[in-house]
């Protein structure tokens, strides 16, 4: 048995070594896709797997969804058959290494959701050859690998570590970051057993070459992501709580924390803004909190954070009344210019922004509302499609105020500079405003 499972695991570490293995993604959204092609890019054959079949047609078709990657890039890799994209899992047979990159939400009630983690790990399990590794890269609680993942295998048939490999590594892709991206990220790795780990290693450090940190079990590795999204989302809040005093004791909270920076120890910068968005600051802290729970820890923390989030849009609409005021408009009445619907700069996802709370404020203060982002034609807000509209001198002219939600780099700030009578600037833009009214929160 054990020269069996030797044999296994070194014949694959060979394969994946000398390229000639296939790899296979699971979920091609805003972390699969990426990584399939930069698994391209390394020298490997990659199948990529959704079961959006929109999403499949676009990418067949040489199409991309997202910001980062060009069209081009992908039209090549697939006219060159070094990216096939499917939905039939049954093709799942064909692969040597699998990546899993579902989406991992949270039920209406804050629960995580892990369903699709289940539904691509039965595809896996019915489908996959034996000597393949399983690598899971959603963010989830501790423990999905070890106990929700690995007995859907054992049900298969497979023993992890003897003619299965399965680990855990967190993604860590900061979409629109173009300093890091996943090449240059250190990746952290949790194996169910020593053979998990080895082989898993070597996949890395053969397709992405950083350092590759390895961790005892899957449980650190999921932790350290929970950790990881957490600290961001307590010190996101402490900044937004921080503007909130500011503003009541007439301070630039901006400059407080410019001045805060040039501490050299102990103080790293947040900023505050309209709140917080994406599909993992929002939501990632929610499966550290429900993981507290089932071990009888309440994480006042991690609740009290994500309240003080979730009252930004309330404030930013607030603060626009308070402004319009001073100008003998009433919010109701007044048209409104919204920059920005995506939850940070540069990129085209505008998943748990806050500028759609923000949005659904405004239209339910009755205003007239016009909303610019150059990165998104139509969104949803409460189930009703709104869609953005080109900036123009006259929009913003003919509006009673410009509310910026989102920085991004490619609008015309001098024009609204010239053209606007009020700017409320949720995030202390990098333009010098010399408007009259203009306000940062
Ligand atoms: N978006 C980020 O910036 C980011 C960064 C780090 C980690 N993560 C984590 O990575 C995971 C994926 O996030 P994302 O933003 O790429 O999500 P996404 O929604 O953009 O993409 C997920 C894709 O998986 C597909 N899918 C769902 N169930 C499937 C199944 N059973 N079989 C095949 N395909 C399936 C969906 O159709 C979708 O295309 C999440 O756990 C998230 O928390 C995201």
């Not at 040597?96 to 949270?106: A, L, Y």
């Not at 490999?165 to 900061?174: G, K």
């Amino acid at each position: 048995m054990k020269i069996k499972t030797q044999s296994l695991s070194s014949v694959l570490s060979k394969k994946i070594k000398s390229k000639t293995a296939t790899i296979g993604v699971i979920g091609l959204g805003y972390v699969g896709l990426p990584f399939a092609v930069e698994i391209v890019q390394s020298g490997f054959r990659v199948i990529g797997f959704d079961k959006n079949q929109d999403k499949i047609r676009l990418l067949q078709a040489g199409d991309s969804y997202i910001a980062d990657l060009s069209k081009e890039n992908i039209r090549q890799i697939i006219k060159n058959k070094q990216f096939e994209v499917t939905n039939d899992f049954a093709k799942l047979s064909h692969v040597d290494v699998v990546v899993i990159c579902v989406p991992t939400p949270t039920t209406i009630d804050g629960t995580p959701n892990i369903s699709f983690i289940e539904e691509a790990t039965y595809s896996i399990g019915r489908n996959i050859k034996s000597g393949a590794l399983v690598i899971l890269e959603s963010t989830t609680y501790p423990g999905t690998t070890e106990d929700i993942v690995q007995p859907i295998f054992q049900k298969n048939g497979f023993v992890i570590g003897h003619d299965l490999f399965l680990a855990y590594s967190p993604e860590r892709i900061d979409p629109g970051n173009n300093r890091f991206s996943v090449s240059n990220t250190p990746k952290v790795v949790g194996g169910i057993t020593a053979a998990c780990l080895e082989v898993s290693k070597v996949f890395y450090e053969t397709v992405i070459h950083t350092t590759i940190y390895t961790v005892t079990s899957p449980r650190v590795a999921e932790m350290e992501k929970l950790l990881e999204n957490t600290f961001r989302q307590i010190n996101i809040a402490l900044v937004n709580e921080l503007s909130q005093i500011c503003y009541k004791m007439d301070i630039d909270v901006w400059e407080v924390i410019e001045a805060a920076t040039t501490k050299p120890y102990g103080f790293m910068p947040f900023k505050p803004g309209p709140g917080v968005g994406g599909h993992c600051i929002p939501v990632d802290p929610k499966y550290l909190l429900w993981a507290g729970q089932q071990h009888g820890i309440s994480a006042t923390l991690i609740e009290a954070a994500d309240k003080v989030n979730e009252s930004m849009p309330n404030f930013v609409v607030n603060r626009l009344e308070i402004y319009l005021r001073k100008l003998n408009k009433e919010l109701c009445k007044a048209s409104i210019v919204v920059i920005g619907v995506t939850y940070k700069p540069n990129i085209n996802d505008p998943r748990e922004s806050p500028a759609l709370r923000v949005i659904q404020q405004l239209l339910d203060s009755q205003c007239e509302l016009k909303i610019i982002d150059p990165f998104i034609q139509t969104f949803s807000v409460q189930q009703s499609l709104l869609n953005t509209v080109p900036l123009t001198a006259e929009i913003i002219r003919q509006a009673d105020a410009v509310l910026i939600l989102t920085n991004h780099a490619n609008i015309d700030y001098s024009l609204i500079d010239q053209q606007a009578s009020l700017i409320f600037d949720t995030r202390n833009t990098n333009f010098a405003f010399e408007n009259k009214n203009y306000h940062k929160l």
